[in-house]
C-alpha cells in the first residue's frame, strides 16, 4: 500500500499538467463549445508529446498512469476523446484504434460524446462490441449545453465494422466506468476549486461568503465526496479495471457529481450560470458524464451484480 | 501508488482471521450485540487481548522500547479492520493501543511510562476517557472540572458526562483545568487516574444505545498525587490535540458497516427483496459509502506510514465512515422492517452503534469546520 505518487507518476503528471497549460484550459473549452468543435490541436499536442502511447498499459501500473492523465486533462476541461482513445481502446482491444473514439452503448439513435468529430466508434452491444470506423457524412452534430460536442451516428454507419467477439462488452463497460470516473474526478476537482476560489473573494453582508459556515460544510461535504472519489478511481485504475471496483468507483464519483453540480452553482449565485465565469465549462460536464452507460443507476446495478451476483 | 497488499500483509491478514474463527467463541455474535459496555464483552476483551499480546499482535505496531515490533502502521490497521468487522473484541482496549498507550510514550515520564505502557501492551488494563461536560461537548475547551494544587496533590472536583466503559475501566485519562483564572485553551493539564480513587462516583446515564453505554463521573475532592499528569501543566491541550489526531480514525467503521451490508444483501435475498431494483440500488449505494471510507480512511494510515504529520485526511475519513455508518444503519432497518424493531436482533444491534457515528468521538460538525479551513483554506466566521 502506498497512496503517494511514486517519482515517474509525479514526472508523468507534471509533464501532462504543463502541456495541458499551454494547450488546454477553461476559455479555450468555452471558445470551443461555442463553436461545438472538438480540440484536434490538443490531440495533435498530446501525441506529438507521446501521451498516446508513453504509458504501457501491460506494465504494473500503467492503467493508473493513463488514468491520471485523463483526470488531468478533465481537470483542464480538455475538449478531446484521450479517455476514449488513449485508455479505454488501448486497454479494452488491446491495441491502438484510430482516434479521436467515441463510445457508445443502448439506443442507437442517441446522441454520442465526440460522436461528430470520432473516426472509430466503439459500440457495445449486449456482451459483443463493434469497432466502426468512420468517414465524412457517418455523422450528425447535435447541439448541445453539457460542455461536450456530441454527434449522431447513421444507422448504415453503425451496420459496418467488425464484432470483437462474446467477452469484449463487459471488458469495455469496466474501463469505459474507469474513463468516466476519472473524468468526473478531474472535472470535479476543477469545478470545486472554482467554486472555493470565488467564494473566498466574494462579499456579502460585510464579509466574505466563503466564511459562513452555512457554506463551509457543504464545501467540506463535497471535498470529502471528491476525494473519496480519487481515490475509489485510482485503485480500481491500479488493478486493472475488474467490474466490482469499476462500477464503485463510477457509481460513487457520478452520484458526487450530482452533488458537486447543484452545491457549486448554488453557492456560486447567479455568475455562475454565465459564460464569463469559468465553472461552467467543468460542471456541465458532470451531468453529460453521468448520462453514460445508464447514469449511477446502471453502475449501482453492476456493482450488485459483482458483489452479490445479483442479476 | 501501490494498492496491493504485500504478501506479509495478506499472510498477515490470513493468520489473524484464522485467529478470530478459532478464538472467537460460537455465541460471540450475541455477545457482541449486547454491546461494548456489557460485563460478558468486558470480561471477554480483556481474555481476548491478553491472548492477542502473548501472540505479539496487540501493540506491534509500537516502538521496540515498548514492547512493540515497530510494524508499519498497515499491519495495525489489518487487526483494526478485521477486529471492528466482528464486533470489536478488543472492547475498549484498541484506545489504550491506538492512542492512549501513544500519547503515553511522547508525553509520559519514565515512571508513567514503565508503569502504564506494559500493562497496556500486555493485555491487562482497562481504560475511558474523561473529557467531555455537561457544558464542555463539541466546545471541549469550555471544561471546568478543576484539579487544584495542594502540595504535591491534585483535589479534583467536577464532572465528565457520556463516558462509556467506565464502568469496567481501571483508569480513566482525564481532562482538568489546573488554572482556574484562565478559561482558554492553556491552564488544561491531563491526569492518569486510577478508577479506584476515593471520590469518584460513577451514574450509568440510561440510553437508546445499549446497556451501560454512558455514564456520568462525578469527582468530590479526588486526591491524586501530581506525578498523575501526563505532559506539563496547564499545557494539556497540546496532549490531547495530539491523542485525538490518533483517536478521531481509531475506528475502522467501515470495516464493519461492509460486513453488515454483505449479511444485509443475504437477508434481502432470503426475503426474495433482491427482484426489488430499488432494494438492489440502495444496497449498492450504501456499498460506495463504504469503500469512499475504506480509501480515505487508507489514506491516513498511509500518511502515517509515510511518517507525515496528522492532516485533515483524518477528518475527511471520519466524515466518510460517518456516512458510511448511517447508510447501512438506516438500510438494515428499512429492509429488514418490523424484525429490525425487536431489541438485540440484527438489524437492532447494528443500527445502535451506527446511530452514534456523527456524534462519538467529535461531532461531524467540528469535522467540517475543520475541512473548510484547513483542508479548503476558507476564511474564518
Known amino acids: 500500500m502506498d497512496f503517494e505518487l511514486d517519482d515517474d507518476q509525479r514526472e508523468i503528471l507534471g509533464a501532462v499538467e504543463r502541456l495541458l497549460e499551454r494547450h488546454a484550459g477553461q476559455p479555450r473549452a468555452?471558445?470551443?463549445?461555442?463553436?461545438?468543435?472538438?480540440?484536434?490541436?490538443?490531440?495533435?499536442?498530446?501525441?506529438?508529446?507521446?501521451?498516446?502511447?508513453?504509458?504501457?498499459?501491460?506494465?504494473?501500473?500503467?492503467?493508473?498512469?493513463?488514468?491520471?492523465?485523463?483526470e488531468a486533462i478533465a481537470r483542464a476541461a480538455g475538449v478531446t476523446s484521450f479517455a476514449a482513445h488513449a485508455l479505454v481502446a488501448r486497454a479494452a482491444l488491446g491495441e491502438a484504434v484510430d482516434g479521436p473514439v467515441a463510445l457508445a452503448a443502448g439506443d442507437p439513435s442517441a446522441?454520442?460524446?465526440?460522436?461528430?468529430?470520432?473516426?472509430?466508434?466503439?459500440?457495445?452491444?449486449?456482451?459483443?462490441?463493434?469497432?466502426?470506423?468512420?468517414?465524412?457524412?457517418?455523422?450528425?452534430p447535435v447541439a448541445s449545453?453539457?460542455?461536450?460536442?456530441?454527434?449522431?451516428?447513421?444507422?448504415?454507419?453503425?451496420a459496418r465494422g467488425r464484432a470483437l467477439g462474446a467477452g469484449s462488452g463487459a471488458t469495455l463497460r469496466c474501463w469505459w466506468r474507469l474513463a468516466i470516473a476519472a473524468e468526473a474526478v478531474g472535472t470535479m476537482r476543477a469545478a470545486l476549486d472554482c467554486t472555493v476560489d470565488y467564494l473566498k473573494e466574494r462579499r456579502q453582508f460585510g464579509r466574505p461568503i466563503g466564511s459562513f459556515q452555512a457554506v463551509q460544510h457543504r464545501l467540506a461535504d463535497c471535498s470529502v465526496r471528491v476525494e473519496g472519489s480519487r481515490f475509489l478511481v485510482y485503485e480500481a485504475a491500479h488493478s486493472r479495471a475488474p467490474e466490482e471496483a469499476t462500477a464503485c468507483a463510477a457509481a460513487f464519483a457520478l452520484e458526487s457529481a450530482r452533488l458537486l453540480f447543484r452545491e457549486t452553482h448554488q453557492l456560486s449565485g447567479a455568475i455562475g450560470f454565465t459564460r464569463e465565469h469559468p465553472l461552467h465549462a467543468w460542471s456541465m460536464r458532470l451531468h453529460a458524464l453521468g448520462s453514460e452507460l445508464e447514469g449511477v443507476r446502471g453502475h449501482r446495478r453492476a456493482l450488485a451484480r459483482a458483489r452479490w451476483g445479483v442479476s | 501508488m501501490e494498492f496491493d497488499w504485500s504478501e506479509d500483509d495478506r499472510k498477515h491478514r490470513a493468520e489473524f482471521r484464522a485467529f478470530l474463527?478459532?478464538?472467537?467463541?460460537?455465541?460471540?455474535?450475541?455477545?457482541?450485540?449486547?454491546?461494548?459496555?456489557?460485563?460478558?464483552?468486558?470480561?471477554?476483551?480483556?481474555?481476548?487481548?491478553?491472548?492477542?499480546?502473548?501472540?505479539?499482535?496487540?501493540?506491534?505496531?509500537w516502538p521496540e522500547e515498548y514492547g512493540g515490533k515497530a510494524t508499519p502502521p498497515w499491519r495495525h490497521s489489518i487487526i483494526g479492520e478485521e477486529c471492528w468487522a466482528n464486533g470489536e473484541p478488543r472492547g475498549p482496549q484498541y484506545m489504550n493501543v491506538n492512542w492512549i498507550g501513544p500519547a503515553i510514550m511522547r508525553f509520559g515520564t519514565d515512571e508513567q511510562k514503565a508503569h502504564h505502557l506494559p500493562l497496556i501492551s500486555s493485555g491487562e488494563v482497562l481504560w475511558c476517557q474523561g473529557f467531555s461536560e455537561p457544558e464542555a461537548g463539541s466546545d471541549l475547551v469550555a471544561l471546568r472540572t478543576s484539579a487544584r494544587?495542594?502540595?504535591d496533590t491534585y483535589v479534583i472536583n467536577g464532572?465528565?458526562?457520556?463516558?462509556?466503559?467506565?464502568?469496567?475501566?481501571?483508569?480513566?485519562?482525564?481532562?482538568?483545568?489546573?488554572?482556574?483564572?484562565s478559561d482558554k485553551h492553556r491552564g488544561i493539564s491531563v491526569l492518569l487516574v486510577p478508577m479506584d480513587t476515593p471520590g469518584i462516583e460513577v451514574r450509568e446515564i440510561p440510553s437508546v444505545v445499549g446497556e451501560r453505554y454512558f455514564h456520568e463521573v462525578f469527582f468530590s475532592d479526588v486526591r491524586v498525587p501530581t506525578s498523575v499528569r501526563l505532559g506539563p501543566e496547564d499545557?494539556?491541550?497540546?496532549?490531547?490535540?495530539?491523542?485525538?489526531?490518533?483517536?478521531?480514525?481509531g475506528a475502522a467503521r467501515y470495516a464493519r458497516a461492509a460486513l453488515t451490508l454483505d449479511r444485509l444483501a443475504e437477508h434481502a435475498r432470503e426475503r426474495g427483496l433482491l427482484e426489488d431494483p430499488l432494494v438492489v440500488d440502495r444496497l449498492a449505494e450504501a456499498r460506495t459509502l463504504c469503500e469512499a471510507a475504506r480509501m480515505l480512511t487508507y489514506r491516513v494510515i498511509d500518511?502515517?506510514?509515510?511518517?507525515?504529520?496528522?492532516?485533515?485526511?483524518?477528518?475527511?475519513?471520519?466524515?466518510?465512515?460517518?456516512?458510511?455508518?448511517?447508510?447501512?444503519?438506516?438500510?438494515t432497518v428499512e429492509i429488514l422492517g418490523a424484525d429490525a424493531l425487536e431489541y438485540g436482533s440484527f438489524a437492532d444491534a447494528n443500527f445502535r452503534l451506527a446511530m452514534t457515528a456523527g456524534v462519538a468521538v467529535g461531532a461531524t460538525e467540528v469535522q467540517l469546520n475543520l475541512i473548510a479551513a484547513r483542508h479548503l483554506g476558507l476564511p474564518r466566521g
Not at chain 2, 162 to 181: E, F, G, K, M, Q
Open chain 1, 30 to 70: 468555452t471558445e470551443l463549445a461555442a463553436k461545438a468543435e472538438y480540440d484536434h490541436a490538443l490531440d495533435e499536442a498530446l501525441a506529438e508529446a507521446g501521451f498516446d502511447e508513453m504509458v504501457d498499459l501491460e506494465s504494473r501500473s500503467g492503467a493508473l498512469e493513463a488514468t491520471l492523465i485523463v
Open chain 1, 111 to 140: 446522441p454520442i460524446r465526440f460522436g461528430a468529430h470520432a473516426r472509430t466508434l466503439l459500440r457495445v452491444d449486449e456482451d459483443d462490441v463493434r469497432v466502426v470506423p468512420l468517414e465524412g457524412g457517418d455523422a450528425e
Open chain 1, 145 to 158: 449545453n453539457f460542455g461536450y460536442p456530441l454527434g449522431r451516428v447513421t444507422e448504415d454507419a453503425l
Open chain 2, 21 to 61: 474463527g478459532e478464538f472467537l467463541p460460537d455465541d460471540w455474535e450475541q455477545l457482541a450485540e449486547g454491546g461494548p459496555g456489557s460485563d460478558v464483552q468486558a470480561a471477554f476483551s480483556r481474555r481476548f487481548c491478553r491472548e492477542l499480546a502473548a501472540r505479539g499482535w496487540l501493540t506491534q505496531h
Open chain 2, 149 to 151: 494544587r495542594d502540595g
Open chain 2, 159 to 181: 464532572s465528565k458526562i457520556w463516558t462509556s466503559y467506565v464502568n469496567h475501566a481501571d483508569y480513566i485519562i482525564l481532562l482538568v483545568r489546573t488554572d482556574p483564572d
Open chain 2, 235 to 249: 499545557e494539556g491541550w497540546g496532549v490531547v490535540s495530539y491523542a485525538l489526531q490518533y483517536e478521531r480514525v
Open chain 2, 303 to 331: 500518511e502515517r506510514a509515510h511518517d507525515h504529520p496528522p492532516s485533515t485526511h483524518t477528518q475527511l475519513a471520519r466524515v466518510a465512515n460517518t456516512r458510511a455508518d448511517y447508510a447501512v444503519g438506516e438500510l
